[in-house]
């Protein structure tokens, strides 16, 4: 909104910019016409050297006089909107130097956030490779009188407690994993800010 007002505000100034470019064109317009008539003036009072002629003279160097100080305060005039327009400029230049330079910071901060999660993902894949199979439980088949290197027989009926007992404990486990998965999935999706 400031900016809108500003563009607003450097539109008015431009306009007056133009008005005081065209005064000051009238009056520079005046000032060489009245300029040249002096020169008739000065030539004639030189021929001539009278009370008119010298009325004349006069009359043209105070016309002369009033159009330069008209001249100075329009060129005055015209150089405050000039700065204040400047001002403008800077300010707007500076406001998209400011929203490019937080662009960059948002752009480098995601990167960054991301980069960092990719190297962590790129260490837990190296230290959980190989680490990642099921649940084999000894002493579950110890309970059932097997060795460490047997496993239970689902033809065998004696071995079907301990094999539905493994079973709804595997089920469990899995499920409570995939639930805090699924929370660390949506943690990690908030930190990298993307759906994965």
């Known amino acids: 909104m400031g900016l809108f007002k500003k563009g607003n505000e450097k539109e008015q100034l431009q306009g007056q910019q133009e008005k005081l470019a065209q005064q000051i064109a009238e009056v520079q317009n005046k000032l060489a016409q009245v300029q040249s008539a002096k020169v008739f003036?000065?030539?004639?009072?030189?021929?001539?050297?009278?009370?008119?002629?010298?009325?004349?003279?006069?009359?043209?160097?105070?016309?002369?006089?009033?159009?330069?100080?008209?001249?100075e305060k329009l060129s005055s005039n015209a150089q405050e909107v000039a700065s204040q327009i400047e001002a403008i400029n800077q300010a707007e230049k500076q406001a998209e130097i400011d929203e490019a330079a937080s662009s960059i910071e948002q752009e480098t901060y995601l990167a960054h956030k991301r980069r960092k999660m990719e190297m962590k993902a790129e260490q837990l894949q190296s230290q959980l490779y190989g680490k990642s199979g099921y649940g084999y439980n000894t002493k579950m088949n110890r309970l059932a009188g097997l060795g460490s290197t047997d496993q239970?027989?689902?033809?065998n009926p004696t071995h079907e407690p301990f094999i539905e007992a493994s079973n709804k404990a595997s089920a469990s486990g899995v499920a409570k994993a995939e639930r805090?998965?699924?929370?660390?999935?949506?943690?990690?999706?908030?930190?990298?800010?993307?759906?994965l």
Do not use: H, S
Not at 152 to 155: E, I, K
Not at 180 to 195: G, Q
């Open 41 to 71: 003036a000065d030539t004639d009072l030189m021929l001539e050297d009278n009370a008119t002629n010298k009325k004349r003279v006069d009359k043209y160097a105070k016309a002369i006089e009033g159009f330069q100080g008209e001249l």
């Open 152 to 155: 239970l027989d689902p033809t």
């Open 180 to 195: 805090e998965f699924e929370k660390l999935m949506a943690e990690i999706e908030k930190f990298v800010e993307m759906k």
